[in-house]
């Protein structure tokens, strides 16, 4: 029992470590008039503005915002290439370490293609989506 036990607890130790998943991003979403549903990939995400979103990443989204009485909005989120972190932190972990510019370079671009390919060094834009809605029949 004890040995089980310990298993456990070694398993509970290291979740925090494995569970590195899909990198998310928090995206606010708020319109004029509040109230409004949002869908994200189809997928109702909030019942009411303003709210937000955690979206992955690693791909693009489409936000779908819906209120009665008001036309439907869509909005293209486009994951942005932002290697200026991974840049950071490979110039400072070289630097810190001593390396001469070689092992610098050498740091810096194991970090941006690390980043690179699990999405850390990707963001959402617009990082913040604000949209007034347009009540229906209003452009007749």
């Known amino acids: 029992m004890a040995r089980i036990a310990h298993v456990l607890a070694c398993l509970a130790c290291l979740l925090p470590v494995c569970a590195c998943g899909v990198p998310m991003q928090r995206v ?30 690693q791909s693009d989204h489409l936000l779908t915002i819906v209120k009665d009485g008001y036309e439907q ?4 989120l486009r994951r942005r290439f932002k290697p200026e972190r991974a840049i950071r932190d490979g ?28 999405g850390e060094a990707y963001e959402l834009e617009p990082s913040i989506v604000t949209i007034k809605l347009t009540p229906k029949g209003a452009g007749i």
């Not at 909005?73 to 293209?76: A, G, K, L, P, R």
């Open 73 to 76: 909005e869509e909005i293209v």
């Open 28 to 57: 606010p979403v708020s319109t004029d008039p509040l109230g409004a549903t949002v869908y994200a990939d189809g997928e109702k995400k909030c019942s009411a503005t303003p709210c937000s979103v955690n979206l992955d990443r």
């Open 91 to 118: 110039v400072v972990s070289g630097m810190i370490l001593g390396d001469g510019p070689g092992g610098v370079a050498s740091r810096t671009a194991k970090k941006v293609d690390e980043q690179e390919r699990t």
